[in-house]
């Protein structure tokens, strides 16, 4: 299956695309990650990924189109791939319909997890990450056993920079005026499945499960 997640920061994409993965048996694809990958190798990339996503803001569509190019034409994404954070502006979807076409393959669905705008600076605010897996956690909503130790893997926990309050504001506009568009986009395209997350990460994994025809209660 090839799918796309859309929603805003903090919507729940990520902690749902860790779960579906497992299910589907796809690779999970978020240039949010391989940004972050990259800045802490210190490649010429992470620096200027980071240039932008400290001040919220998007990093350019060359850029992003470049490294999805890459990765979607890798081997292990011939069965399929979740995208997650991917495309984020029309100019993105655009691109990314090209690179599909000269693929000859097509998405087969693409999942809008919404949740209320004003309920997502707690969501990203109190988002914890694990350093060494990468598993997502919140300090309420999705706490540790043992405070800032990761159940999965003993890692510390570390809060994002572009989490912080002052950078989570820009990014929630500029999920608002570049991204929040392709919901229209791929709705036009018959592909869009709206999917309530302003719900426990079960029920809103049930909903999705639904949405693609799965059946994992
Ligand atoms: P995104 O990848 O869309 O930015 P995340 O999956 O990282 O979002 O989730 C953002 C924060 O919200 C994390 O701290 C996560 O633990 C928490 N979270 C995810 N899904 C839910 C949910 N259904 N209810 C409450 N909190 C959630
Ligand atoms: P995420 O992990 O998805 O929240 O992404 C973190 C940051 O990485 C974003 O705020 C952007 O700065 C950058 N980023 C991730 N995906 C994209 C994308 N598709 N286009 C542009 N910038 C992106």
């Known amino acids: 299956m090839r799918i796309v997640l859309l929603g805003p920061p903090g919507a729940g994409k990520g902690t749902q695309a860790d779960i579906l ?9 978020s240039t949010g990650d391989m940004f972050r990958a990259a800045i802490s190798h210190d490649t010429e990339l992470g620096r200027e990924a980071k240039s932008y996503m400290d001040k919220g803001q998007l990093v350019p569509d060359e850029v992003t189109v470049g490294i999805i190019r890459d990765r979607i034409s890798q081997s292990d994404c011939r069965e399929g791939f979740l995208l997650d954070g991917f495309p984020r502006t029309l100019a ?12 000859n393959i097509s998405l087969d669905a693409v999942i809008n997890i919404s949740v209320p705008l004003d309920r ?4 990203l605010t109190g988002r914890r990450m694990c350093r060494k897996c990468g598993t997502i956690y919140h300090l309420l909503y999705n706490a540790p ?4 130790i990761c159940d999965a893997c003993g890692g510390d926990l ?12 820009s990014r929630l506009d500029v999920y608002s005026a570049q991204t929040a568009p392709l919901i229209d986009y791929y709705r ?7 999917v309530n997350g302003d719900q426990p ?17």
């Open 21 to 29: 993965v497992k299910k589907l048996l796809v690779p999970h694809i």
């Open 92 to 103: 993105q979807a655009e691109a990314l319909a090209g690179l599909l076409e000269e693929m």
């Open 120 to 123: 997502l600076i707690d969501r």
């Open 145 to 148: 056993e043992v405070e800032n």
């Open 158 to 169: 570390f809060q994002r920079d572009d989490d912080k309050e002052e950078t989570v504001k």
């Open 188 to 194: 036009e395209a018959g592909l869009l499945h709206d």
């Open 201 to 217: 990460i079960n029920a809103v994994l049930a909903e999705l499960g639904a949405a693609l025809g799965q059946n994992w209660s």
